[in-house]
């Protein structure tokens, strides 16, 4: 499958952003979706992730104020993130799995990555 991520940018901490995902492929309804994150001299880490069926995981970071869903109709994977904070500004990037993970290395596909700044 081939993702595609966007909707980043510059926004002011407790401001909202919503990320998008678009997938290729006939089978996206069968992945396990994930977000991930990279900030500026740091590893990759999990924020949040969404079943074929629906259910969610989220990273503690990420809890109360991401929500992550899907369309699987559409091949589209969402971030909604609110309540901003300067320590999220990162590098995001969906990622695709047969299976539920959390560990960047059991993702078999991942987008280019969308910019998310937040300013203090």
């Known amino acids: 499958v081939q993702l595609q991520a966007s909707g980043g940018g510059l926004v002011q901490a407790g401001g909202s952003l919503r990320l998008s995902c678009t997938a290729s492929g006939r089978t996206f309804s069968s992945y396990f979706m994930g977000w991930f994150r990279q900030a500026p001299g740091k590893e990759r880490e999990f924020v949040a992730g969404?079943?074929?069926?629906?259910?969610?995981f989220y990273a503690d970071s990420a809890k109360g104020r991401f929500t992550i869903s899907r369309d699987n109709a559409k091949s589209m994977v969402y971030l909604q993130m609110n309540s901003l904070k300067p320590e999220d500004t990162a590098v995001y990037y969906c990622a695709a799995s047969w299976s539920l993970a959390t560990r960047p290395a059991d993702f078999g596909s991942w987008g280019q990555g969308t910019q998310v700044t937040v300013s203090s």
């Open positions: 969404i079943g074929s069926g629906g259910s969610t």
